[in-house]
């Protein structure tokens, strides 16, 4: 009798078990399925092996101990220590198939990372940075299209910034180093690249740019680049009662980005600016309001009595005046 029971509770335990099975088998097949569509396609072909934690380096500690120590520091090291999984950073994530290599201590088992072509470079970071904020755009961008890499700019062991892990020593000297003629700009008689009593530029290359690419042209932190500008000139954006259409439309009507040796980052002279489409109101002028004075060049030209050329709100503003 009890035997009987006991099969008997054995057999229901059996069906329990094989009910169990098939809902587990279910699972995993279900979390297979998500978990390959949240892996990025990189990170899902990565030959990168995952190194338990407290690991890092063991396996290059003996002849590499300098790089290893110095690793340690870096954001990367600090991440192998913090974060698990495929975020975590080991030497290996990088320096893939390195097996051999550790045996044999041979220079030709291992590939110089640095001289690898630009796609392979850029895969193997984007393995974890695909998906960031910053990076997200990269593929397609106009940096990517020149086939650089993410090595342009970073450099993992001989970093020279204090963050970020430049190659140089700050955003702009990074680059300034490509972009030579933009460095003039610092020296002009206006500049956005102006600098603090340290050295620093308070408006960096990356205030208004993203180096890793983006959705607007020139690589533009805004979409467009009247909203770039806004970001940081908000009262510019309106809304007008009386909007100065060229305002709407584009900054860069009137204005340089970088540094200019007129005035106000004006791209011609003020005056000159608004000849541009202007020309016809010159006669208008000469009989009216302005009779006497050289309207164009006389101290700040037009801009002395259409001081609101961004857009007025005056009920009377209409020909920008006030
Ligand atoms: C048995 C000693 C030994 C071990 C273990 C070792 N290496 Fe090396 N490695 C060397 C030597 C020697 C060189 C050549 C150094 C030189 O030429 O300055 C080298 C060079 C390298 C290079 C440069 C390759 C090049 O072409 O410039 C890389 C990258 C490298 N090692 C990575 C690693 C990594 C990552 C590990 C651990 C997974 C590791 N090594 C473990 C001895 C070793
Ligand atoms: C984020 C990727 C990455 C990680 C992680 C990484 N490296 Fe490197 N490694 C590089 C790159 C890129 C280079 C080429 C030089 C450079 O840009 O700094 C390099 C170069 C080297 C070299 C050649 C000598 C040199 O200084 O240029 C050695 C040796 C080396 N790595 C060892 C290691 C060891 C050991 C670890 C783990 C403690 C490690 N690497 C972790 C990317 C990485
Ligand atoms: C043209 C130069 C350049 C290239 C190429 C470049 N970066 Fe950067 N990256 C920078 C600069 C400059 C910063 C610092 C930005 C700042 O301070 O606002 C940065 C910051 C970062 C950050 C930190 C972002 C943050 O939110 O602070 C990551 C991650 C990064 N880069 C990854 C990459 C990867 C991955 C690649 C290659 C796909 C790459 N970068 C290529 C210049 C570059
Ligand atoms: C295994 C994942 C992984 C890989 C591969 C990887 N990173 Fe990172 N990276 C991280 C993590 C984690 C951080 C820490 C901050 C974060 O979460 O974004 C980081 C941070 C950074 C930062 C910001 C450093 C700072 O000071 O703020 C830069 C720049 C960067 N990585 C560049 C690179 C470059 C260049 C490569 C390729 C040579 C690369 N990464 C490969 C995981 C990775
Ligand atoms: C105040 C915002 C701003 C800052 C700061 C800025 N740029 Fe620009 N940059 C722009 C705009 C806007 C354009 C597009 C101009 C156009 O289309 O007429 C541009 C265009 C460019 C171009 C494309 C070629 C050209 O000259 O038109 C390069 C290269 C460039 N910037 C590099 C830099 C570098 C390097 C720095 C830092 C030293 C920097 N920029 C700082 C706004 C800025
Ligand atoms: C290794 C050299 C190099 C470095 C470093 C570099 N760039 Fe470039 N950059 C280029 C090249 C090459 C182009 C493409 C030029 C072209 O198409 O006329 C470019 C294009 C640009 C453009 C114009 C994009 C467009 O749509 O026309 C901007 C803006 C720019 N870079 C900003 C930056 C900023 C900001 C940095 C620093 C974070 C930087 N670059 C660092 C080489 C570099
Ligand atoms: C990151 C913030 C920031 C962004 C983005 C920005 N600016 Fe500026 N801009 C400044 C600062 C700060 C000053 C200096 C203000 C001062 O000295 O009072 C300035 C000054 C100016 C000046 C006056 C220059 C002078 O010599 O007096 C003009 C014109 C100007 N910006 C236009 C623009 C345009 C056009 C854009 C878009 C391409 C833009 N700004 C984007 C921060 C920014
Ligand atoms: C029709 C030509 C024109 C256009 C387009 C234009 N500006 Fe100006 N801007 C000027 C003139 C002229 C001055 C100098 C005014 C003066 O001398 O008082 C100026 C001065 C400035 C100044 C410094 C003085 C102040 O008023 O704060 C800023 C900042 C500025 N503009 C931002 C912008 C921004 C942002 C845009 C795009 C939304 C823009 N401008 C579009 C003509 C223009
Ligand atoms: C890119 C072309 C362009 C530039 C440059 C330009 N404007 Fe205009 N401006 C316009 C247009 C378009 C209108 C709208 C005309 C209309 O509604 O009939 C306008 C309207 C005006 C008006 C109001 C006229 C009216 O009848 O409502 C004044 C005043 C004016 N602009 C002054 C200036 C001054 C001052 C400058 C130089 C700082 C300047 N503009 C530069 C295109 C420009
Ligand atoms: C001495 C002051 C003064 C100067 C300098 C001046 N204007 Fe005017 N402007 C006026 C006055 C006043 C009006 C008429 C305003 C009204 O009727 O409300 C006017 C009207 C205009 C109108 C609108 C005309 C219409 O009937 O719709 C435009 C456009 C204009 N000016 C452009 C310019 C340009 C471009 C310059 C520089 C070449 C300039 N102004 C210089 C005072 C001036």
Redesign the pocket.
Known sequence: MIKQENQKNRLLISARSVKLTIIAAFAVVLLVFVGQNAIPPVLSQST?KKVAQGEVGQSCQKCHAAVVDAYAAS??G??EKF?EG?????CE??HTNSAKHVKSGKKEDIAD?AKLPSSE?NS??L???SQ?KHTFAWQGGKHDNTKMS??SC?S?HHSKSE????ARSTTEETCLSCHTSVRKAAFQRSTHLFRTEHGDMKVGCTSCHNPHGGGADKMLVGETINNTCYACHAEKRGPFLWDHPPVRENCMNCHTPHGSSNTKLLSMRASLSCQQCHIHMLPRHSTTAAKALDIWSLNRGCVNCHAQVHGSNHPGGRTLTR
Request: glycine content about 0%.
């Open positions: 990168s954001m990367h600090k991440s974060m495929d975020r975590a950073q080991a994530t990088c990372m470079i193997s970071c393995q974890c940075h960031d993410c090595l970073h993992q963050e970020k892990m430049l």
